[in-house]
C-alpha cells in the first residue's frame, strides 16, 4: 500500500498499526527463517561445515545488526518529512541513507575481506586440525558472503524510508524475492541438486550473495525511480551528517545490547554446559518474541513520526496510547500462553532432563519480562518516531551499567547461577520501562519531535 501523503483521517487508526505491524514482522522474521534452511542444508554436508557456517554467520549478522540506524533512522526521519506533506523530503531522506549504505558497506568490505581469518581464528581458536578446517571453511564463507554487506545496507535503507512513507507492501515483496531466489540456490548449489554445480559450502555464500543482492537491488531501484527527476539523488552532505548524528546515537544503543547479551552467555558458560544450554534455549525464544514486538514498534515509529511532522500533536499521543496498549496486551497474551505450556514447550527443544530441569529458572524470569517489555518495546518505537535517539542511548546505557552488568558479574562472583543472570536481564529492562516511562510522561518527547 502507497500513499502520497499522510492520511489524517486513518493513518491512526488500529487498522494502520495493524498493517504496519504485519510488514515489519514479515521483513523482520524472513531471514531467520532462511538461515534456519541455511543451516539445515550446510548441517548435511558434515560438523565442520555446520559449525563453519554458524561462526561465519554470527559475524555477518554482529555487523548487519550494529547498522540497524539505516533503517530506524531514516524511518523516524523520513515519516516526519512525510507527516509533514512533504513526500521528496522522504524519499530525499532515502536516497541520503542509501548513499551512505553503498559508502559504509564499501568500507566494510575493504576492512573485513583482509581480516576474516584473524576474526575467525579468535572466535574459533587454534589447536587441532579440525579447528583449521573449520577457520579455514568460515574465511571462505564469509569472503564470499561479505560483498553482499553494501547491498544488506542498502536494503536497510530501503525499509526505512518506504516505512516513513508507509508503503506497507514492497519491502515485503523485495524480501520475500530476494530470499526465495537464495532458497533455490542454496538448496542446488550446495549439493548440487538438478542442474546446478556441487559448490559444498561455498554454495551456500553465493546462494546468499545473490539473495541479497536481489533485494537491495529491488530497493535501490525503487528509491532511484521515486527520487527520478529531483536533486535529490547526488549526496547531500547536511543530510548525511545529521542522519550519521542519530547513527552514533542508535550504535551505541545497540552495542549496550550486544554486551549486555554477551555478557550473559559467557557468565552461563561458567556454570555447565547445562546451565549454557538451557540459557540458550529460552534467549532464543526472547529473541523471537523481541522482532513481533518491536514489529509493533515500529508501527509506531512511523505513525508518530508521521504525525508530528505534520504538527498534530495530540493524534502522536494518541498512535504512542493505543501501540502501547496493543503491545502490552499482546505480550500479556504471550506470556501466559508460556506460562501454562512452562512444562511442554521447552521439549520442543531438548529431551536432555539436566537442561530441562535448568530452564524451569529462566523460564519464569522470562515471562515475568514479557509485559514489561511489551510495554518498553511501544515506548522506544514511540521515542524513535520523534527523533528522541540520544535520550534512547543515554537510558540503555545507564540501565546496562547500572542494572544488569552488576548483576551479572554478582551472580559469577557469588554463584547465583542462572537465576542471578535473569534477575539482571529483568532489572535491566525495569530500568528501561523507568526511564521511557518518565521521557513519555515528561512530553519532552513531543517537543523534540516537534522541533525536528
Given at each position: 500500500?502507497s500513499?502520497?501523503g499522510?492520511?489524517?483521517?486513518?493513518?491512526?487508526?488500529a487498522?494502520?498499526?495493524?498493517?504496519?505491524?504485519?510488514s515489519?514482522?514479515?521483513?523482520?522474521?524472513?531471514?531467520?527463517?532462511y538461515?534456519?534452511?541455511?543451516?539445515?542444508?550446510?548441517g548435511?554436508?558434515?560438523?565442520?561445515e555446520?559449525a563453519?557456517l554458524?561462526?561465519?554467520?554470527?559475524?555477518?549478522?554482529v555487523?548487519?545488526t550494529?547498522?540497524t540506524f539505516?533503517?530506524?533512522?531514516t524511518?523516524?526521519?523520513?515519516?516526519?518529512?512525510?507527516?509533514?506533506g512533504?513526500?521528496?523530503?522522504a524519499?530525499?531522506?532515502?536516497?541520503?541513507?542509501?548513499?551512505?549504505?553503498?559508502?559504509?558497506?564499501?568500507?566494510?568490505?575493504?576492512?573485513m575481506?583482509?581480516?576474516?581469518?584473524?576474526?575467525?581464528r579468535?572466535?574459533v581458536g587454534t589447536g587441532?586440525a579440525?579447528?583449521?578446517?573449520?577457520?579455514?571453511?568460515?574465511?571462505?564463507?564469509?569472503?564470499?558472503?561479505?560483498?553482499?554487506v553494501?547491498?544488506i545496507?542498502?536494503?536497510?535503507a530501503?525499509n526505512?524510508?518506504?516505512?516513513?512513507?508507509?508503503d506497507?507492501?514492497?519491502?515485503?515483496?523485495?524480501?520475500?524475492a530476494g530470499l526465495?531466489?537464495?532458497?533455490?540456490l542454496?538448496?542446488g548449489?550446495t549439493?548440487g541438486?538438478?542442474?546446478?554445480?556441487?559448490?559444498?559450502?561455498?554454495?551456500?555464500?553465493?546462494?546468499n550473495?545473490?539473495?541479497?543482492?536481489?533485494?537491495?537491488?529491488?530497493f535501490a531501484?525503487?528509491?532511484?525511480?521515486?527520487?527520478?527527476?529531483?536533486?535529490?539523488?547526488?549526496?547531500?552532505?547536511?543530510?548525511?551528517?545529521?542522519?550519521?548524528v542519530?547513527?552514533?546515537?542508535?550504535?551505541?544503543r545497540s552495542?549496550s545490547?550486544q554486551?549486555?547479551?554477551?555478557s550473559?552467555?559467557?557468565?552461563?558458560?561458567?556454570?555447565?554446559v547445562?546451565?549454557?544450554?538451557?540459557?540458550?534455549?529460552?534467549?532464543?525464544?526472547w529473541e523471537?518474541?523481541s522482532?513481533?514486538?518491536?514489529?509493533?514498534?515500529?508501527a509506531?515509529?512511523a505513525?508518530?513520526?508521521a504525525?508530528?511532522?505534520?504538527g498534530?500533536?495530540?493524534?502522536a499521543v494518541?498512535?504512542a496510547?493505543k501501540?502501547t496498549?496493543v503491545?502490552?496486551?499482546?505480550?500479556?497474551?504471550m506470556?501466559?500462553?508460556?506460562?501454562?505450556g512452562?512444562?511442554?514447550?521447552?521439549r520442543?527443544f531438548?529431551?536432555?532432563?539436566?537442561?530441562?530441569d535448568?530452564?524451569?529458572?529462566?523460564?519464569?524470569?522470562?515471562?515475568?519480562?514479557?509485559?514489561i517489555?511489551?510495554?518498553?518495546?511501544a515506548?522506544?518505537?514511540?521515542?524513535?518516531?520523534?527523533?528522541?535517539a540520544r535520550?534512547?542511548?543515554?537510558?540503555?546505557?545507564?540501565?546496562?551499567?547500572?542494572?544488569?552488568?552488576?548483576?551479572?558479574?554478582?551472580?559469577?562472583?557469588?554463584?547465583w547461577?542462572?537465576?542471578?543472570?535473569?534477575?539482571?536481564?529483568?532489572?535491566?529492562m525495569?530500568?528501561?520501562?523507568?526511564a521511557?516511562?518518565?521521557r513519555?510522561?515528561?512530553?519532552?518527547?513531543?517537543r523534540?519531535?516537534?522541533?525536528?
Amino acid at each position: 500500500m502507497s500513499q502520497s501523503g499522510p492520511d489524517t483521517g486513518s493513518a491512526h487508526t488500529a487498522r494502520r498499526i495493524a498493517t504496519l505491524t504485519v510488514s515489519a514482522l514479515a521483513v523482520l522474521i524472513a531471514p531467520p527463517l532462511y538461515l534456519l534452511l541455511d543451516l539445515a542444508v550446510v548441517g548435511r554436508l558434515g560438523g565442520t561445515e555446520l559449525a563453519a557456517l554458524g561462526v561465519a554467520t554470527l559475524v555477518l549478522s554482529v555487523i548487519s545488526t550494529q547498522l540497524t540506524f539505516l533503517s530506524y533512522g531514516t524511518t523516524a526521519r523520513s515519516a516526519r518529512r512525510f507527516g509533514a506533506g512533504d513526500r521528496p523530503g522522504a524519499v530525499a531522506e532515502g536516497v541520503q541513507a542509501s548513499w551512505i549504505a553503498v559508502f559504509v558497506g564499501a568500507v566494510m568490505v575493504a576492512v573485513m575481506y583482509p581480516l576474516a581469518p584473524v576474526v575467525m581464528r579468535i572466535l574459533v581458536g587454534t589447536g587441532s586440525a579440525r579447528s583449521e578446517q573449520v577457520i579455514d571453511d568460515a574465511t571462505d564463507w564469509l569472503r564470499i558472503a561479505m560483498f553482499g554487506v553494501p547491498l544488506i545496507l542498502l536494503s536497510m535503507a530501503g525499509n526505512g524510508w518506504m516505512r516513513g512513507v508507509q508503503d506497507t507492501r514492497r519491502p515485503v515483496l523485495y524480501v520475500i524475492a530476494g530470499l526465495s531466489v537464495a532458497a533455490v540456490l542454496v538448496v542446488g548449489l550446495t549439493h548440487g541438486v538438478a542442474f546446478f554445480p556441487r559448490w559444498g559450502l561455498p554454495g551456500s555464500a553465493v546462494a546468499n550473495l545473490i539473495g541479497q543482492g536481489i533485494t537491495g537491488m529491488l530497493f535501490a531501484v525503487r528509491v532511484i525511480r521515486a527520487a527520478r527527476g529531483s536533486s535529490t539523488l547526488r549526496p547531500d552532505r547536511k543530510v548525511m551528517r545529521a542522519q550519521l548524528v542519530m547513527a552514533r546515537d542508535l550504535v551505541v544503543r545497540s552495542l549496550s545490547f550486544q554486551i549486555c547479551f554477551l555478557s550473559a552467555a559467557a557468565v552461563a558458560a561458567r556454570f555447565g554446559v547445562s546451565a549454557v544450554a538451557a540459557h540458550q534455549v529460552v534467549l532464543q525464544l526472547w529473541e523471537f518474541m523481541s522482532l513481533f514486538l518491536d514489529s509493533l514498534a515500529i508501527a509506531a515509529q512511523a505513525l508518530v513520526g508521521a504525525a508530528l511532522g505534520a504538527g498534530t500533536v495530540g493524534a502522536a499521543v494518541g498512535v504512542a496510547r493505543k501501540v502501547t496498549v496493543v503491545s502490552a496486551a499482546a505480550a500479556g497474551v504471550m506470556a501466559a500462553v508460556f506460562a501454562v505450556g512452562a512444562s511442554t514447550i521447552p521439549r520442543l527443544f531438548t529431551s536432555d532432563k539436566e537442561i530441562l530441569d535448568a530452564i524451569v529458572v529462566p523460564w519464569w524470569f522470562f515471562v515475568a519480562m514479557l509485559p514489561i517489555a511489551g510495554v518498553v518495546f511501544a515506548l522506544d518505537g514511540v521515542l524513535l518516531g520523534s527523533g528522541d535517539a540520544r535520550f534512547l542511548r543515554t537510558a540503555t546505557l545507564f540501565a546496562a551499567l547500572v542494572g544488569f552488568l552488576p548483576l551479572i558479574w554478582l551472580s559469577l562472583a557469588f554463584d547465583w547461577g542462572l537465576a542471578g543472570i535473569w534477575s539482571g536481564l529483568v532489572v535491566f529492562m525495569v530500568c528501561r520501562l523507568a526511564a521511557v516511562g518518565l521521557r513519555i510522561r515528561s512530553g519532552q518527547w513531543r517537543r523534540t519531535g516537534v522541533d525536528a
